[in-house]
């Protein structure tokens, strides 16, 4: 069954410094989705990016946030200057179409000291 | 905004029984929606979803039902078992580019 792969799997960073959160979606699909899940409580959207920009953002994705794919395959998350308050886990999605069900990644456990 | 929420933070059940978790959304202009369950330290999984246009969809051993009227969703889970517990979330979508609302989420405890 495809998957939607997450790299790396716990990302633990000072404060301050960028990270990149990496994605390998699932080939045929075209709607890309970042999602964050601070410890204990829901799932929040992050963004949602199709045909290369940005589709839309959360209040949440703030001038800290950017959303790439570098090379047609893999999609990333930069967070520029990392907050004690970033410190969640990472979702990465994709869906076939706007409409059908989202197939989500494993996380990332991003962990700002 | 649209908020999404569950009624009862956590759930358990005998092995063999029928599980039911409650949400209510608020946006009437959602579309679809999705269960997903959520293990520990991984990522939410598909379950199953509904549209709008319905207001019953079984899958197997689950059935989600949909009251547009009251804004209400829910997800039976018949002859619950104990690989069934975990963390399950609704979510609420609507045409603005696959965008999903999270509930809450219900811990759901199955004793064997």
């Known amino acids: 069954e495809p998957e939607v792969t997450q790299t790396p799997s716990h990302q633990v960073t000072q404060m301050g410094q960028e990270v990149i959160l990496r994605c390998v979606p699932i080939s045929n699909h075209l709607y890309f989705y970042w999602y964050r899940q601070i410890l204990g409580q829901k799932v929040e959207f992050l963004v949602s990016f199709y045909n290369n920009e940005i589709s839309e953002k959360s209040e949440i994705f703030d001038d800290q946030f950017s959303v790439e794919r570098p090379d047609g395959s893999n999609f990333t998350l930069k967070i520029r200057s990392t907050k004690l308050e970033d410190s969640a886990m990472y979702f990465c999605a994709d869906s076939g179409n706007t409409n059908t069900e989202a197939f989500f990644g494993q996380g990332t456990r991003l962990t700002v000291v | 905004g649209e908020s999404v929420g569950l009624h009862l933070p956590t759930l358990s059940v005998q092995e063999g029984d029928n599980s039911i978790i409650n949400c209510a959304y608020s946006?009437?202009?959602?579309?679809?929606f999705i269960w997903y369950k959520q293990e520990s330290g991984k990522g939410p999984q598909f379950i199953i979803d509904i549209r709008s246009n319905m207001d019953k969809r079984q899958g197997q051993r689950v059935t989600v039902l949909l009251n547009k009227t009251v804004k209400h969703l829910s997800l039976q889970i018949a002859a619950t078992q104990p690989g069934d517990s975990a963390v399950y979330f609704c979510a609420a979508g609507g045409t603005s580019y696959g965008k999903l609302t999270f509930g809450q989420g219900t811990i759901l405890t199955v004793h064997p």
């Open positions: 946006n009437s202009a959602s579309d679809y």
